[in-house]
Structure formats: C-alpha cells, structure tokens
C-alpha cells in the first residue's frame, strides 16, 4: 500500500518501480514515488527491513533489482559523478577516520565536487565550512583533531561535511546515531532551518533513516515506513508513523498518547497487550 502526498511541484528525487533485494528476500516491492522540494522525509522501519539499501540505491551507490531511480528528471545511470556530487550529498551510516587531521580540513574534504584547476581550497570554500560548523554548533571545534572527538561528536562533524558539501538533496543514513537527546534535537532543527533558508537559490530536500519515531513525527514533513516485507507506506508524516501502521510494522503493538498539542507514540501496556492477543486468537 502506497499513500503519497507532495507539498511542491518541484521534483527532487523519483524511484520508478524500484524492487530492492537482499538475497531471497524482497525489501521493496515496485516502489514508485517522487520527492520534492521543501520536503523532509524520515524512512523508518524495523532493522533489516531495508532502510540503508533503500539510501545506498537512491544515491546511486546499489543498483536496484528492477526499476531505476531519477534525479531532477533524469536516470542516476546518466549523470557524471562530479556533477551527481553536487546536486546529492549521501551521509552513511558509520564513517572512520583514517587519518589525523583538523575538524575543518575534514569538513573540507566534501567541497571537492566543487573544486577546479588544482583543486586547492578557495575562501569560499572554507567559508562554507565553517557555516557548516557553527550551524550545528561545532564552531570551536574547527581546530581539534578529528581523532580526539567522542562518537557523538564526529557524528555531529560528518553532518557538517554533508551540509557543506552545498548539494541541494541530502541522504542521511542514521545522522541521529551515538547522539544524547539535546544534540539530536539540534541537528534536526539545523536540517530544518537548512531545507527551508530563504537565501537559498536552489530547492533543498532531504531523507534520513531514523529509529526515533516520535522524533521524526515532530521534525520530518513526510514518513517512508518499511515493513521488511516489501511493503511500503509514504506521506505526509502524522498520516504515516500511526499506532496501526507503525504497530504493523514493527510487530509490537503501539499507542499514540496525548498531552493537550503533543503527542508520542509509546509501547502499549501489558494488559493492552494481552486484551490484542485474546482478540487475535478468537479473531482467527
């Protein structure tokens, strides 16, 4: 079952009948759906239910089984690498640093689709790394080693490299992971403020996997939730991460509790619980 809704008229992204694999196994069953501007999609799901191949293909890392996948109307197959590098910026899921080096000169690396001649770093360069650094933050940091920061902290640095990369769509393959609950806030309020900056001359879009459901619920404009059985809901977010759909999904029941204007979705209580299976056994 597919439920879509766009909000833009711009298209960013198409998957075209996709059907993604993983051995025996269907993850993706002839998807078909366009991203657009101005959007923020969460792609959830239970673990293996495809999330990080789902990215990868979009990205034009995996090729998909069936089907293709379009970037502002064209086929990923056709577009050069350096110009597929600035229009799309993919963030994997871990990273490890090879190598000592300075947050900025990390940060840096992810200009290189924009470099020309020898490829040294222009001012504007460096200028978009450090917005980069101070829009999450990160701004003292310019100087560190790379390789004296915590988890959560080169979790934090490698969103600024994606971000400063200047691609206008993003694909965030758990950007919220080795991150306390403050700083992953942050990042999702920088991501927001990022998609919709009135300065920007292009359109900007983006699509992150996440486990936080009531996280997404609150910063995502649009939920992609996989069943890990080749089903796939999508729209608008608070009409895709329900009880049901989410219960269904994850195969743990799930209540939606309310407090005035807020709203999270918690595991049901033991007796709730217990009252469903009674209702599943004499149901069957």
């Known amino acids: 079952m597919i439920r879509a809704h766009s909000t833009s008229s711009v298209a960013m992204l198409s998957a075209q009948r996709v059907t993604l694999r993983a051995g025996a196994r269907t993850l993706l069953d002839a998807f078909t759906h366009t991203f657009h501007a101005g959007e923020i999609w969460c792609i959830a799901g239970p673990n293996g239910a495809g999330k990080t191949t789902l990215l990868?293909?979009?990205?034009?890392?995996?090729?998909?089984?069936?089907?293709?996948?379009?970037?502002?109307?064209?086929?990923?197959?056709?577009?050069?690498?350096?110009?597929?590098?600035?229009?799309?910026?993919?963030?994997?899921?871990?990273?490890?640093?090879?190598?000592?080096?300075?947050?900025?000169?990390?940060?840096?690396?992810?200009?290189?689709?924009?470099?020309?001649?020898?490829?040294?770093?222009?001012?504007?360069?460096?200028?978009?790394?450090?917005?980069?650094?101070?829009?999450?933050?990160?701004?003292?940091?310019?100087?560190?080693?790379?390789?004296?920061?915590?988890?959560?902290?080169?979790?934090?640095?490698?969103?600024?490299?994606?971000?400063?990369?200047?691609?206008p769509l993003l694909l965030l393959d758990e950007p919220l992971s080795h991150l306390d609950l403050h700083h992953q806030i942050d990042c999702l309020d920088a991501l927001r403020a990022w998609t919709h900056e009135t300065a920007q001359q292009l359109p900007r879009c983006v699509l992150f996997s996440c486990h936080d459901l009531n996280l997404a619920r609150r910063f995502a404009t649009h939920a992609l939730l996989l069943d890990g059985a080749g089903g796939v809901y999508a729209g608008p977010v608070r009409d895709v991460l329900t009880p049901e759909l989410a219960s269904r999904a994850f195969g743990y029941p799930l209540i939606l509790i309310r407090d005035g204007e807020h709203e999270a979705l918690i595991p049901a209580p033991r007796s709730h619980r217990e009252s469903q299976v009674g209702h599943d056994t004499k149901s069957g």
Do not use: K, Y
């Open 56 to 167: 990868s293909t979009l990205a034009g890392l995996l090729q998909p089984a069936a089907g293709h996948v379009e970037l502002e109307r064209v086929r990923l197959a056709d577009w050069q690498p350096q110009a597929l590098a600035r229009r799309r910026a993919l963030m994997p899921q871990s990273a490890t640093d090879a190598f000592s080096a300075s947050v900025l000169d990390i940060v840096l690396l992810n200009r290189f689709p924009h470099l020309t001649g020898w490829g040294w770093e222009r001012d504007e360069d460096r200028a978009a790394a450090r917005a980069s650094l101070d829009l999450l933050g990160l701004a003292e940091f310019a100087a560190r080693d790379v390789l004296s920061l915590s988890g959560g902290e080169r979790q934090r640095v490698a969103l600024a490299a994606v971000l400063c990369q200047d691609a």
